[in-house]
């Protein structure tokens, strides 16, 4: 096993060196001098050429790549243009807002997905069943921000039951969990449905049943179990869903997090934080699908990895 | 020739026999879901190219004397801000979705299927370079991915179907190649390659029809995702820019005027979960219909 995560987390580095050309290249593809484009418009050209130096701008391409490797390695990101702090320091400061989001999000969208795509498997084309499909459906095609503006009008403006927006309390994280949940339930419900729906048909578990087995422990024990596998990769696939979703459900109830710093750090081209905050969701990202790799052996012991 | 040799013909060259495809055809149809998502989408197509003539003036023209009124009978759905029709810059911005969907799908298409072709059908160190880049483009989630590009690349519609278009280029480089990777061992691509057949002709002559059906899937529900990632990028103020009447950004102007005015940020949200369910709906029953997996 331990060899197993080794392997793994080697095999990332191709992509990590992947992702570091990209955001390389990406400060290189500006247009227009990107000294300049930092320093911004009203800079002198002393300034522009300190920048230019500061960065290394002024070395050849190669040099300029294992520089920014060597400050990545030491994650240092630089500053942001905006407000002149470090850009590893301001990502510090709202990544655990992000997680707390994300991690109630895939919380909830666990606790009302799995049980939705069992109900459906087991009594497939049924009421229950058409009720579950096409809410996920729905779920799939509707737009994250909506959802969170037509929660705010509801449940803010309407019934004044939760604040639109804002931190501070438990009351804050309800509306925005809530909102970028619900494109992942609708994934994770369906997921269920499918692999629940395969090994229902499974000769094991007409086996189980034909010992007499109760419904309940025939689908919890016997079903659910195998049916985890594609369920766990859904939901770590999902997670990047997540990432992207709270940039803009951030947005919709000004959420102090990485993805509304994303926005922000756009708006006003501020390129290194843009820079840092993406190399931060990508390695997040990198991060629980490895998890989720992991994760398989202990769902299912006949997966050895050697 | 008889039915059953020109399905085997058929089958040899690497293309659905006519009565799989009229079985398949006859499945779809079937599908009253995919067949609703079907309608949703040619209504959104007959509104776009009919907009001029369901919504005579212009969808972008301010009148501020009628900002914010609620339902009438000359304004079905209300005014925004700026006391213009949102009825009218729903009909106009279902042509700049239904363009952005286009336009994202056809770059992704025109850019992943061929590398995706080369890279199942040749392997080795092609192979290798493509999907090292593969990789790293899908260690972004899609959505930020766009993001990052819009960064760069700028605003407006063009840089809006670039930045998605190339999030898109990964999936089919994936789905392509791992059809290509398969049927490349077939007899009739080795009988193909024995006889002298040129690799250009083997890969469109005897590949690409058979990548066809997932491709067409993917299509479908390619483009529901490209409206939905457009419109997000609208609503944040980095994609297609007002007065165009995208829907993403008539729904972020509503932001502003939620508490008062909810109409006005309310129908273009419904307008895009229509549009993408059909798309995803359709992509869904497409995939049922045509793919082997779930054959008849």
């Known amino acids: 096993m331990l060899q197993y995560v080794i392997k793994r987390l080697l095999s990332t580095i191709p992509v990590l060196i992947g992702i570091s050309l990209l955001l390389f290249f990406m400060l290189r593809m500006l247009p227009g001098d990107p000294a300049q484009v930092l320093a911004g418009q009203m800079a002198t050209p002393d300034e522009v050429e300190l920048i230019r130096h500061q960065l290394g701008l002024d070395r050849p391409v190669h040099v300029q790549y294992a520089f920014f490797l060597g400050r990545l390695a030491r994650f240092d990101l630089g500053r942001s243009a905006r407000t002149q702090n470090p850009v590893t320091e301001e990502i510090w400061a709202r990544l655990p807002n992000t997680m707390l989001l994300a991690v109630v999000a895939i919380t909830l969208a666990c606790l009302f997905g799995i049980p939705a795509g069992i109900?459906?498997?087991v009594r497939p084309y049924t009421w229950i069943d058409y009720v579950v499909t096409s809410t996920a459906i729905f779920g799939i095609s509707m737009p994250?921000?909506?959802?969170?503006?037509?929660?705010?009008?509801?449940f803010a403006v309407w019934l004044q039951w939760l604040p639109a927006g804002g931190t501070g309390s438990w009351r804050h994280v309800i509306l925005p969990s809530f909102t970028l949940?619900?494109?992942?339930?609708?994934?994770i419900a369906r997921m269920t449905r499918s692999s629940m729906i395969e090994v229902l048909s499974q000769d094991y578990t007409t086996t189980a049943r034909s010992k007499g087995l109760k419904e309940q422990v025939v689908v919890i024990k016997h079903a659910l179990k195998n049916a985890l596998i594609p369920i766990i990769t859904v939901i770590g696939l999902q997670f990047g869903m997540l990432l992207g979703g709270a940039v803009l459900t951030e947005t919709v109830f000004a959420w102090p997090g990485v993805g509304r710093l994303i926005v922000d750090s756009i708006l006003a081209r501020d390129y290194p934080m843009i820079q840092g905050a993406i190399l931060v969701f990508g390695l997040l990202y990198i991060l629980v699908n490895l998890v989720v790799d992991l994760l398989y052996a202990y769902v299912d012991p006949r997966i050895r990895y050697d | 020739m008889t039915e059953t040799t020109k399905n085997e013909a058929?089958?040899?060259?690497?293309?659905?026999?006519?009565?799989?495809?009229?079985?398949?055809?006859?499945?779809?149809r079937r599908n009253k879901a995919a067949l609703f998502g079907g309608i949703l989408i040619l209504i959104f197509i007959v509104i776009a190219l009919l907009a001029p003539v369901l919504f005579p003036g212009s969808p972008s023209a301010p009148n501020l004397m009628k900002s914010l009124e609620r339902s009438s009978l000359e304004h079905p759905l209300g005014t925004d801000e700026l006391g213009r029709s949102i009825l009218g810059r729903i009909i106009y911005g279902s042509r700049i979705s239904l363009l952005i969907a286009v336009g994202v799908v056809s770059f992704g298409l025109l850019i992943g299927v061929p590398l995706g072709l080369v890279s199942g059908y040749y392997r080795g160190k092609v192979d290798f370079g493509i999907q090292r880049v593969t990789d790293t483009m899908l260690a972004f989630p899609g959505f930020l991915l766009a993001l990052a590009l819009v960064a760069v690349l700028g605003v407006g519609l063009k840089n809006t179907v670039i930045s998605i278009g190339i999030s898109m280029v990964p999936i089919y480089i994936r789905l392509v190649r791992g059809c290509a990777?398969?049927?490349?061992?077939?007899?009739?691509?080795?009988?193909?390659?024995?006889?002298?057949?040129?690799?250009?002709?083997?890969?469109l002559r005897h590949i690409l029809p058979n990548v066809m059906v997932p491709i067409t899937v993917q299509t479908s529900l390619g483009m529901g995702m490209a409206i939905l990632f457009a419109a997000g990028l609208g609503f944040l103020g980095i994609g297609v820019q007002p007065p165009t009447p995208e829907?993403?950004?008539?729904?972020?102007?509503?932001?502003?005027?939620?508490?008062?005015?909810p109409h006005v940020a309310t129908f273009p949200g419904i307008a895009i979960v229509l549009a993408v369910l059909g798309f995803n709906l359709l992509g869904d029953g497409l995939r049922d219909a045509l793919d082997p997996r779930f054959r008849l």
């Open chain 2, 10 to 28: 058929s089958r040899t060259q690497g293309r659905l026999p006519y009565s799989q495809l009229r079985r398949r055809w006859a499945k779809l």
């Open chain 2, 181 to 203: 990777l398969s049927i490349r061992e077939e007899v009739y691509v080795e009988a193909a390659r024995a006889v002298g057949t040129r690799d250009i002709v083997i890969l």
């Open chain 1, 119 to 121: 109900i459906s498997a």
């Open chain 1, 144 to 154: 994250v921000f909506w959802l969170g503006l037509m929660l705010v009008v509801v």
């Open chain 1, 181 to 187: 949940a619900a494109f992942v339930v609708a994934f």
């Open chain 2, 247 to 261: 829907w993403g950004t008539m729904l972020s102007s509503g932001r502003a005027y939620l508490f008062h005015s």
